[in-house]
Nanobody, 121 residues
Framework: QVQLVESGGGLVQPGGSLRLSCVASGSISNIYVMGWYRQPPGKQRELVASVAPGGRKNYLDSVKGRFTISRDNAKNTLYLQMNSLKPEDTAVYYC???????????????WGQGTQVTVSS
């Protein structure tokens, strides 16, 4: 069984920084794309950033220049460094990873449980 566990959320003042982490564990053969999504209160979930195995990255326009996504393939870990945070960044942030399990020959989309990020003075 594969699990994704996020950490690093919390309350921060506008202009502050947070670093989210997501660790994938279990019987993992290969991890394809990894990404961060968020769901603001009363709104739909949206893709914040994603990173392919080769390192190609994609960002939501509103976070470009402020957020940086990275992954450590040796540790099966995904990060999101969030700087210059704004109140509109307040949301539950979810880790997502497309993973091939050991003994399986197809990829499955897995999600973490989510971590709350609140930007407020």
């Amino acid at each position: 069984q594969v699990q994704l566990v996020e950490s690093g959320g919390g309350l921060v003042q506008p202009g502050g920084s947070l670093r989210l982490s997501c660790v994938a564990s279990g019987s993992i053969s290969n991890i394809y794309v990894m990404g961060w999504y968020r769901q603001p209160p009363g709104k739909q979930r949206e893709l914040v950033a994603s990173v392919a195995p080769g390192g190609r990255k994609n960002y939501l326009d509103s976070v470009k220049g402020r957020f940086t996504i990275s992954r450590d393939n040796a540790k099966n870990t995904l990060y999101l460094q969030m700087n210059s945070l704004k109140p509109e960044d307040t949301a539950v942030y979810y880790c997502d990873a497309v993973i091939e399990g050991v003994g399986y020959y197809y990829y499955t989309d897995y999600w973490g449980q989510g971590t709350q990020v609140t930007v407020s003075s």
